[in-house]
């Protein structure tokens, strides 16, 4: 005889168990039972029981385990494919009625930027949002490398565009101004450079990317973008080092502007190469892309669009990025 279940969403639903689900989701998520038991605020062995049971309703096996190592299997792959965007629509639809509930946003925003760009240009408007907010707690997150917004749950992402991913919406924040610049005393000694190609014959101040490779320099040449490799003579891994470092003459480099800006304009450092600088890049403002935005992501970014162009690095509004969310 057939099941009905097997039939009726809702039965399936009702006999398999929700918490069974967010348990096994949680396991994928965080990579082991102990850290998915954490953050639900429960035991490991309840978790295990949860995806044990969930396993047996099925009939089949979801997860690999060994001593040392956790994995999908192709049955476990595909559940959490299919469950994974109703889990986010159950937990939005929860956030809304809270929201509604409480008033005032509340709950914590988890922050990601890009370690330069977090320091020197998001963490002076953060006392500004906690002080009209206090009921957002704030969690910063400063890394170069790239995230999982879902993995890594982030609320919003600051950093270089465009984003190829179509989950996430991508907005243009401020210009990034790459300024190719030295010392007076470095130009005097070994020249300005006129054209990309003359980079070859200075000393270069190269930046390791977290990947490993060396960052080109991005111009722009009769109106298409040109990435000029360099050989170095000086490479590090860190905006701020690469600015210290050109600002003591070790050599030329390419940077974005907010880190040179206050150089520049008292002449101890100089640019070149303007007729070649990059207008289209800039630094994007990130969050997932989903039906109802939490009302603590909203005013956040709504607040960074009205406090950046009054510190004279934003574009007075954002605009959407379409290119990055294809």
């Known amino acids: 005889m057939d099941d009905p279940s097997a039939h009726d969403p809702l039965s399936a639903s ?20 102990a850290k998915a038991a954490s953050r639900l ?11 044990k049971r969930l396993e047996e309703h099925l009939g089949v096996r979801l997860l690999r385990r060994t001593t040392r190592s956790l994995s999908l299997t192709s049955e476990g792959e595909l559940l ?3 469950c994974r ?12 009625l809270r929201e509604l509930r409480d008033g005032p946003p509340q709950g914590t925003l988890r922050i990601g ?15 500004a949002f906690q002080s009209a907010y206090p009921g957002i707690g704030l969690d910063v997150v400063l890394d170069d490398m790239p995230v999982n917004f879902i993995d890594d749950r982030i609320d919003v992402r600051f950093q270089r565009g465009p984003l190829a991913d179509g989950h996430v919406v991508a ?40 990947n490993g490779r060396l960052q080109d320099w991005e111009f722009s040449v009769q109106g298409r973008l040109l990435r000029q490799r360099v050989t170095p003579r000086h490479i590090v891994n860190d905006d701020e080092l690469l600015a210290r470092a050109v600002g003591e003459g070790l050599g030329i480099g390419q940077l974005p502007g907010h880190l040179v800006r206050d ?18 890049a800039g630094y994007e403002l990130c969050y997932p892309r989903r039906t109802h935005m939490p009302t603590r992501v909203r005013v956040f970014i709504d607040h960074i669009a009205a406090a950046l162009p009054s510190r004279g690095g934003g574009i007075g509004r954002i605009r959407e990025s379409q290119a990055t969310v294809r």
């Open 14 to 33: 009702f006999s398999t168990s929700y918490a069974n689900v967010v348990a096994f989701m949680a396991v994928v998520v965080e990579g082991s039972f």
């Open 41 to 51: 605020g429960v035991d490991r062995s309840a978790v295990s029981r949860s995806v």
């Open 80 to 82: 959490h494919d299919q």
């Open 85 to 96: 965007p109703g889990i986010e629509q159950i937990g939005q639809a929860f956030e809304l």
């Open 113 to 127: 930027a890009e370690v330069d760009f977090g320091r020197r240009v998001i963490a002076p408007l953060l006392p």
């Open 171 to 210: 907005r243009r924040l401020m210009p990034l101004d790459l300024t190719v610049c030295a010392t007076p005393s470095y130009f005097h000694w070994h020249g300005v450079p006129l054209t990309p190609e003359d980079l070859r014959r200075h000393r270069c101040v190269g930046r390791r990317l977290p």
């Open 263 to 280: 150089r520049l304009a008292d002449g101890s450092l100089v640019r070149c190469l303007e007729d070649h600088a990059v207008e289209d």
